[in-house]
């Protein structure tokens, strides 16, 4: 037998033990054929387009499941932006096109659509402003839509009047998913540098650039690197980093086989594999305690971004090792309701909100799924994105906020979104106001960083 | 997929006759044992079989539901997974 059984052991623990997982396999589909200045006409071309390319999508991947004995959690399709294919049509109101994206997504029976998107990093054009004005009420009516709005690039700066213009929209989204716990608010995130071929939601989009169908997949296991590290006996941080780069290899060939797959039987040209340890609400599956488990008392303490910054550079080595396809956000999520040490770790006052932003310096997205108290002021909500994104720029590194200012909720209350989304603790902000600042609107010009011609 | 090969794992509390029971159904669906290892460990029996089909209209759910509902009978787990998971996880 040329595979030692102990491998074949390993491979199977993996999935029925800790959690290893294909977290999403999603379909990329260029809309811009779909282009017409009757907004019924542009919805209908986009329904068919969508049935078109999809229809085959989650029987496909069911298929693959059962032939590797790997699970795929998630089936998903991200669109092109929606403000760019939506330009020319004569309405005020695009939430029709969601309504589309939702039905659609239901006929073809996957988990999210995401591509409810603008990019405004420079400046916005008229499509662009109707689009982010129909995001509260988009997704305060579909289930399954996301939505996305890059604000930032290292290469143009940050757009401070859209910064403002978002710090506006989460609240009016909360508002309109009140009786969810603002719901709405998980389901829409705001960029600098947004990848054009993510498949995690809620920013995956399919970016201009990108073929007319592409499938990406999204690898997942942070059980597993758990499982490993703590495996190991009084290690050197250069042996947990050893440890986690080899364990992020192989979680990375088996994303990379099932990808090619499923891109070959449906026809469609594979695009990258996003190898990102995102955790998910069961026990050990946590990016937290992979953190403790090096060492930390509790995710949060001091430490903790050097812990962090490790964990996320030895899972990219990994993964580039074992494909020549990474792409996509690839390395470490850090959303607070989705991982169960996060959330102990913040009722156990160790991990606040400015400290999640220091970590998000060094991995790979940003502040995310964090509830903030329902009275939060929106400029302190754009003043928190806009930390974030000036994070994003001058790093030269993706940052995103997906922040929920919970309706009617305190500190120290949780909301609970279910599922994959988990409960999140509502944390404290700071109480002295940006509001001035962030009225100042305009432009923050590129860094320095971006002159590299 | 590079081939109709298909690593087969069974583990539970050892008890006479897992190999017939699985065998049997191994030939039911006309599928050929490449390689066999067996071994008991804390109790526990771990058989790993490398199996290739043979039959010209084999049919891969059909035949895990099969494997399933033996392993059922016989109180114990059987896994049926394509062998390139593995090759591609663990081979360069």
Do not use: W
Not at chain 1, 92 to 106: G, P, Q
Request: aromatic residues 4%; charged residues 20%.
């Amino acid at each position: 037998m040329l595979i030692h059984p102990e491998e074949i052991l390993e491979t199977i623990k993996m999935v029925t033990t800790q959690h290893l997982d294909i977290r999403t396999v999603t379909m990329g589909i260029n809309l811009r054929g779909c282009c017409h200045p009757d907004l019924e006409t542009f919805n209908s071309r986009v329904y068919d387009r969508i049935l078109r390319c999809a229809e085959n999508l989650v029987r496909t991947a069911e298929e693959i499941q059962n032939l590797y004995g790997i699970p795929i959690i998630n089936k998903r399709i991200s669109v092109t932006p929606i403000a760019i294919v939506a330009e020319s049509c004569q309405s005020e109101d695009l939430v029709s096109v969601a309504h589309t994206l939702d039905r659609a997504a239901h006929e073809v029976g996957i988990d999210f659509v995401g591509g409810f998107s603008a990019l405004v990093q420079k400046g916005m054009t008229p499509g662009d402003l109707r689009l982010i004005q129909s995001i509260p009420q988009a997704l305060a009516t579909t289930r399954k839509v996301c939505a996305s709005v890059n604000v930032a690039t290292t290469k143009a700066g940050i757009n401070m009047d859209a910064v403002a213009l978002m710090g506006r929209i989460i609240k009016q989204t909360a508002e309109a998913t009140r009786d969810a716990g603002g719901l709405g608010c998980a389901k829409l995130v705001v960029f600098a540098n947004a990848p054009d071929d993510n498949p995690f939601m809620a920013g995956a989009f399919h970016g201009i650039g990108e073929p007319d169908c592409v499938i990406n997949v999204g690898v997942s296991g942070p059980g597993v690197v758990n499982h490993a590290v703590r495996e190991l006996r009084n290690p050197s941080l250069g042996e947990i980093a050893e440890c986690i780069k080899k364990t992020a290899f192989k979680i990375t060939r088996m994303g990379e086989m099932v990808g090619r797959e499923v891109a070959q039987r449906l026809g469609a040209q594979f695009g990258v594999l996003d190898l990102s340890l995102a955790p998910t609400p069961a026990v050990g599956d946590s990016v937290a305690a992979i953190l403790e488990a090096m060492g930390l008392e509790s995710c949060g303490t001091h430490g903790t971004t050097a812990a962090l910054a490790l964990l996320n550079d030895a899972v990219k080595k990994g993964g580039a090792m074992a494909s020549s396809s990474v792409g996509g956000l690839s390395g470490a999520f850090i959303p607070v309701s989705e991982d169960e040490g996060m959330i102990r770790a913040v009722q156990r006052g160790s991990l606040t909100l400015d400290k999640l932003e220091a970590m998000t310096c060094v991995c790979s997205v940003g502040l995310d799924m964090i509830a903030v108290p329902g009275d939060t002021s929106p400029a302190t909500i754009s003043a928190i994105i806009a930390d974030e994104m000036a994070i994003g720029m001058i790093n030269k590194k993706t940052t995103a906020v997906r922040i929920i200012p919970a309706p009617g909720m305190k500190v120290g209350d949780m909301v609970e979104f279910g599922g994959l989304l988990g409960i999140a603790p509502v944390m404290p902000v700071h109480n002295f106001s940006s509001e001035v600042f962030i009225a100042r609107g305009g432009r923050i010009p590129a860094p320095i960083q971006s002159l590299t011609n | 997929m590079s081939s109709s090969r298909f690593v087969i794992t069974v583990i539970g509390l050892d008890r006479v006759g897992i190999v017939a029971g699985i065998t049997r159904v191994l030939a039911e669906h006309q599928v050929n044992i490449a390689d066999i290892r067996q071994s008991i460990m804390d109790d526990l029996f771990t058989m790993i079989m490398l199996a290739e089909a043979k039959g010209e209209n084999f049919d891969l759910a059909a035949f895990q539901q099969a494997m399933q509902a033996i392993g059922k009978e016989l109180g114990v787990e059987v896994i049926v997974q394509h062998e390139d998971v593995f090759r591609f996880m663990h081979r360069i």
